[in-house]
């Protein structure tokens, strides 16, 4: 299985900042030992999926609403990202947990959403620094995991990414071990193997993201059990991010 590298710019890049960036990330990228899905602001999807048709870039979206239609004012459905272009979804990110109060329930509800539309979520979990302390990560882990998939049948995991990012190693200055990093993960695998069989865990496509850069992303991508990367603000350097890519195996 390639490596999942995915690409979350977050509230950055206009329409001609996202023109220039894909023009030379196109130019520079060539690694095809990696599936590439960058997630740019909603207003540059369109012209993202311009440029990237043709190419094996995959484009994302960071968000979705868990309605289908109707009087949601300022939310974007699955049904406008599909057919703007876009394949992936991130859900659950600690930015809209924390920020915007997504619950468990809210992003379940958006995980089933995005499946019956097509798309492919990416499921983020992650533990705070207190519940860290308090030696909680794997109760919070296997919570959202659990409750963030209830009522997915197992066919439907093929489709589904999650994301290890624990909350204390997202923009803090803090970074996780690779200890920290693989035992994250495991707990992750378990409670998929828990809740429906051996294969399941082994197959589900377990990320992770947290403070990933130049320095630590190749070390940490060899990890065992790693099926690849989130990356956040080192993304945004489009040379530096094409020379982390390059690099991967």
């Not at 329409?15 to 540059?44: G, H, M, R, W």
């Not at 859900?91 to 019956?116: D, M, P």
């Not at 979520?121 to 620094?129: F, Q």
Request: charged residues 25%; glycine residues 10%.
């Amino acid at each position: 299985m390639k490596k999942k590298i995915i690409a979350n710019f977050k509230m950055n890049q206009t329409i001609q900042e996202s023109k220039a960036y894909f023009t030379k990330l196109i130019s520079k990228f060539e690694n095809d030992k990696i599936e590439l899905i960058v997630c740019p602001p909603f207003t540059s999807i369109s012209i993202a999926n311009f440029f990237a048709r043709g190419t094996s870039i995959k484009i994302g979206g960071q968000n979705l609403s868990d309605e289908e239609i109707g009087g949601q004012t300022g939310e974007i459905s699955a049904k406008m990202l599909k057919d703007a272009g876009v394949e992936y979804v991130i859900i659950g990110h600690s930015e809209r947990r924390t920020k915007f109060k997504e619950n468990n329930l809210v992003i379940n509800k958006k995980i089933k959403t995005a499946l019956k539309t097509g798309l492919k979520p990416i499921l983020c979990v992650g533990e705070t620094v207190s519940e860290k302390i308090a030696g909680k990560t794997v109760e919070v882990l296997r919570k959202q995991v659990e409750e963030g998939i209830r009522g997915l049948y197992e066919n439907e995991l093929e489709s589904l990414i999650i994301a290890y990012e624990p909350v204390w190693a997202i923009g803090t200055g803090k970074f996780a071990s690779v200890k920290d990093i693989e035992d994250g993960c495991n707990i992750v695998r378990k409670a998929i193997q828990d809740l429906y069989s051996d294969k399941a865990g082994r197959d589900i496509c377990v990320i992770y993201g947290g403070g990933l850069n130049s320095v630590n992303s190749g070390k940490i991508l060899m990890a065992k059990g790693i099926d690849g990367g989130l990356f956040g603000k080192s993304s945004l350097d489009v040379d530096s991010f094409v020379s982390i890519l390059n690099k991967i195996k």
